[in-house]
C-alpha cells in the first residue's frame, strides 16, 4: 500500500486498536462474503467486467468527438465521486477533451441559465445519471438542458448526444432511454450512489474527462489485494470510533493542496449519509489550509474540543515555485512546497501539543493509481466504522424525511 496512515497522534493507544481488530476481522468477513446487501463495491475493482470497461472507453472516445462541452446531471453519489477524482486530477488529463460541467446537484435557476448560455456557444452532449429518474433536483435539470438540446439540434440528433446511466430494468429514466435510444450503462443494484465512484456512474464522465480510468481501477484493485492494507483501514475505523467514544463528535478532514476540495466533498456525503443514524456518527467537515487557519486555526487550537483532525497531505504536488530572496531571510532558498509541507508539520504539532487529536494520510502524488486508492481505502473505513456503531452503512433512511416534506409544500403551493 502506497498510502501511508500515521495514527500515532490521535490519542488512542496502540493496545486500544489492537483490541477492536477481532470484531474488524468479523466485518471484513462480512464485506467480502458476497452476502452483505450494497456490498458490491468491494470485489469490483478486482473483479470489474472488462467487456463493459471497453464499451465505456469506446463510448467516451465518441463523446470526445461528438462535443466540447459535457454536462454531468445527478446529486450526491452520483456525481461528487467524478467531480472529486476530476478536479484533484485537472493536470493529469489528455489535452483537448470535453470541458466538464455539473448541473442537477442544486434547484438553483441561476446556475442552470448559465449552464444554458453555454450550451449556446459550444456543441454539448448530456449525461444523466439517476437510479430511478424521479430525484428532483436531476429531473428538473434534465427537463430543462434537454429542452435545450432539441432546440439546438432536433429531436433525432439530441438523443444521439444524450447518455443515461441508470437502474438496468426499471424506471422513468429506463423507459425514457429506451423509447429514445440514448446510449445506456447500468447502476450496478448491489452498489450504493455513494460507494457507486469506480462504476460506470464515475468511469464514463471521468474518461470522457481524459482521466486513466484503467489506473483509476488498478489503485483500488492494489488496496483491495495488498495484505497490509485491512489492518491500515481498521485501525483507522477503530481509532474514529473509540475517539467518539470518548466525546468527539466532528472529523475535520483537512488538506493543503486545493486540488483536493471536491474530494473533501466526496468524503462529507460518504461518512455523513453512511454513519449518520439512530443519534450515532461522526458529523465530517472540511477545511482547506493553509487559508482556514487564518479564519479557523483559533477554534481548532483552542476551541470546543469536540472534534478531531484528519489530515489529507499530498507529498510531491504537480507543480512548484521557487521563492524570491524578497520575501525574507526566513524563507530565501526555500520552494512553496516545501514550505507547505514545513505548514503541514507545524500545525499538527501544534494542534497535538493542544490536546486535538490528529490522523496523517500520507499520498505520495495526485495520480489515478494513488487516487483509486484512496477512494478504496476511505470507502472500507466508512463501512467499517458504521458497523462498529452499530448503523448500516448502505441505507439513508433520513433522507426521505425532507423529500416528503417538500412534496408536501409542493402540492399544498
Given at each position: 500500500?502506497?498510502?501511508?496512515?500515521?495514527?500515532?497522534?490521535?490519542?488512542?493507544?496502540e493496545?486500544?486498536?489492537?483490541?477492536?481488530?477481532?470484531?474488524?476481522?468479523g466485518?471484513?468477513?462480512?464485506?467480502w462474503?458476497?452476502?452483505?446487501?450494497?456490498?458490491?463495491w468491494?470485489r469490483?475493482?478486482?473483479e470489474y467486467?472488462?467487456d463493459?470497461l471497453?464499451?465505456?472507453?469506446?463510448?467516451?472516445?465518441?463523446?470526445?468527438?461528438?462535443c466540447?462541452?459535457?454536462?454531468?446531471?445527478?446529486?450526491?453519489?452520483?456525481?461528487?465521486?467524478?467531480?472529486?477524482?476530476?478536479?484533484?486530477?485537472?493536470?493529469?488529463?489528455?489535452?483537448?477533451c470535453p470541458?466538464?460541467?455539473?448541473?442537477?446537484?442544486?434547484?438553483?435557476?441561476?446556475?442552470?441559465?448559465?449552464?444554458?448560455?453555454?450550451m449556446?456557444?459550444?456543441?454539448?452532449?448530456?449525461?444523466?445519471?439517476?437510479k430511478?429518474?424521479?430525484?428532483?433536483?436531476?429531473?428538473i435539470?434534465?427537463?430543462?438542458?434537454k429542452?435545450?438540446m432539441?432546440?439546438k439540434?432536433?429531436p433525432?440528433?439530441?438523443?444521439?448526444?444524450?447518455?443515461?446511466?441508470?437502474?438496468?430494468?426499471?424506471?422513468?429514466?429506463r423507459?425514457?432511454?429506451?423509447?429514445?435510444?440514448?446510449?445506456?450503462?447500468?447502476?450496478p443494484?448491489?452498489?450504493?450512489?455513494r460507494y457507486?465512484?469506480?462504476?460506470?456512474?464515475?468511469?464514463?464522465?471521468?474518461?470522457?474527462?481524459?482521466?486513466?480510468?484503467r489506473?483509476?481501477?488498478?489503485?483500488?484493485?492494489?488496496m483491495?489485494?495488498?495484505?497490509?492494507?485491512?489492518?491500515?483501514?481498521?485501525?483507522?475505523?477503530?481509532?474514529?470510533?473509540?475517539?467518539?467514544?470518548?466525546?468527539k463528535?466532528?472529523?475535520?478532514?483537512?488538506?493543503?493542496?486545493p486540488?483536493?476540495?471536491?474530494?473533501?466533498?466526496?468524503?462529507?456525503?460518504?461518512?455523513?449519509e453512511?454513519?449518520?443514524k439512530?443519534g450515532?456518527?461522526?458529523?465530517?467537515?472540511?477545511?482547506?489550509?493553509?487559508?482556514?487557519?487564518?479564519?479557523?486555526?483559533?477554534?481548532?487550537?483552542?476551541g470546543?474540543?469536540i472534534?478531531?483532525?484528519?489530515?489529507?497531505?499530498?507529498?510531491?504536488?504537480?507543480l512548484?515555485l521557487?521563492i524570491?530572496?524578497?520575501?525574507?531571510?526566513?524563507l530565501?532558498?526555500?520552494t512553496?512546497?516545501?514550505v507547505?509541507?514545513?505548514?503541514?508539520?507545524?500545525?499538527?504539532?501544534?494542534?497535538?501539543?493542544?490536546?486535538?487529536?490528529?490522523?496523517?494520510?500520507?499520498?505520495?502524488?495526485?495520480?489515478?493509481?494513488?487516487?483509486?486508492?484512496?477512494?478504496?481505502?476511505?470507502?472500507?473505513t466508512?463501512a467499517?466504522?458504521?458497523?462498529?456503531?452499530?448503523?448500516?452503512?448502505?441505507?439513508?433512511?433520513?433522507?426521505?424525511?425532507?423529500?416528503?416534506?417538500?412534496r408536501?409544500?409542493?402540492a399544498s403551493?
Open positions: 500500500m502506497d498510502i501511508r496512515v500515521d495514527l500515532t497522534k490521535c490519542r488512542i493507544p493496545e486500544k486498536l489492537q483490541e477492536y481488530r477481532p470484531y474488524v476481522d466485518v471484513l468477513e462480512r464485506l462474503s458476497g452476502k452483505e446487501e450494497f456490498a458490491g468491494v469490483l475493482p478486482i467486467d472488462r463493459e471497453e464499451r465505456i472507453l469506446y463510448t467516451a472516445d465518441r463523446i470526445q468527438d461528438q466540447k462541452l459535457f454536462i454531468v446531471i445527478g446529486i450526491g453519489g452520483s456525481y461528487l465521486g467524478t467531480r472529486a477524482i476530476a478536479h484533484a486530477l485537472a493536470g493529469h488529463t489528455i489535452p483537448g470541458e466538464i460541467r455539473y448541473a442537477g446537484n442544486n434547484l438553483s435557476g441561476t446556475a442552470h441559465a448559465e449552464l444554458l448560455e453555454e449556446a456557444v459550444k456543441d454539448t452532449c448530456l449525461c444523466v445519471i439517476s430511478s429518474g424521479t430525484t428532483m433536483e436531476p429531473s435539470a434534465f427537463g430543462i438542458l429542452e435545450e432539441i432546440r439540434y432536433g433525432e440528433a439530441a438523443s444521439s448526444r444524450i447518455y443515461a446511466i441508470t437502474d438496468r430494468e426499471k424506471g422513468i429514466l423507459k425514457e432511454a429506451d423509447d429514445e435510444g440514448y446510449v445506456t450503462f447500468d447502476v443494484d448491489d452498489v450504493g450512489g457507486s465512484v469506480l462504476t460506470a456512474v464515475g468511469l464514463l464522465p471521468l474518461a470522457v474527462a481524459g482521466v486513466d480510468v489506473e483509476l481501477l488498478n489503485g483500488a484493485a492494489a483491495a489485494t495488498d495484505p497490509l492494507w485491512d489492518f491500515e483501514a481498521g485501525d483507522y475505523a477503530s481509532a474514529r470510533y473509540e475517539l467518539m467514544k470518548t466525546g463528535a466532528i472529523e475535520v478532514f483537512e488538506y493543503y493542496e486540488q483536493m476540495m471536491y474530494f473533501a466533498e466526496w468524503l462529507k456525503q460518504l461518512f455523513g453512511s454513519e449518520g439512530e450515532k456518527g461522526l458529523f465530517p467537515a472540511s477545511l482547506q489550509f493553509t487559508s482556514d487557519l487564518h479564519s479557523m486555526g483559533q477554534f481548532l487550537q483552542e470546543n474540543p472534534l478531531f483532525e484528519t489530515v489529507l497531505n499530498i507529498q510531491k504536488p504537480d512548484d521557487p524570491p530572496d524578497s520575501a525574507g531571510k526566513l530565501m532558498g526555500k512553496m512546497n516545501q507547505n509541507q514545513i505548514a503541514v508539520d507545524a500545525v499538527i504539532a501544534a494542534h497535538e501539543s493542544a490536546g486535538v487529536p490528529v490522523v496523517r494520510i500520507d499520498i505520495p502524488q495526485l495520480t489515478a493509481y494513488y487516487l483509486g486508492q484512496l477512494v478504496y481505502y476511505f470507502e472500507t466508512c467499517i466504522t458504521a458497523m462498529l456503531m452499530g448503523v448500516n452503512p448502505f441505507d439513508q433512511p433520513g433522507v426521505e424525511a425532507y423529500k416528503a416534506e417538500l408536501r409544500l409542493l403551493e
